[in-house]
Each structure stands twice: as C-alpha cells, then as structure tokens.
C-alpha cells in the first residue's frame, strides 16, 4: 500500500486534477477520489449513473474491481473519468 499520484480528467471538467490515490484502491474508488474534486463544484451529479475509469484516449474502461497495482498505470498518468447509464 502506498500513495500513487494520478491525473484525472473528469467528463465534464475542464481542469485536470492531481489525485493521490492508494496503490491499493479499485478503479470504483479512483473514481470516486476523482469525483471529490469535480462532482458538485465543475460537474453537476449524475444520480443513478456510475463512474467508470479508462486510460485517456482508450475506449475501453478498466475493470471496476481491478487494483491500481495491477493496472499498469504510471504515477501521474492520466486517466479519464466517464459516466455511464446503467444497463437494462
């Protein structure tokens, strides 16, 4: 466990956040430790929608359990932060 810096660039934000997150932390916190600095300040909420996590300018999300430690992030990597609706 220890302290690992992240850029985050929150959908809706246009100010890119250093976030230091546990090594430890699932992208479904890294998300939320994101949001602390953007949702409710920048970004209005979006209830009933999650936050997901992607490395900029992939499209595809990372796994929302899966560790920063086993992410193959870099410190002060950006990544992005996205809504998206629930599925039916």
Known sequence: M??????SNFEGDFVLQLV????ECTMDEVAAAAA?????????????????????????FLPRSMRVSESGLKPTET???IWEAPKH
């Open 20 to 23: 230091a997150v546990d090594s």
């Open 36 to 60: 602390v600095h953007s949702v409710g300040r920048r970004v209005r909420a979006r209830p009933g929608q999650i936050m997901r996590v992607r490395r900029q300018g992939s499209e595809d």
């Open 2 to 7: 220890a302290l690992f810096p992240i850029t």
């Open 79 to 81: 990544v992005e932060i």
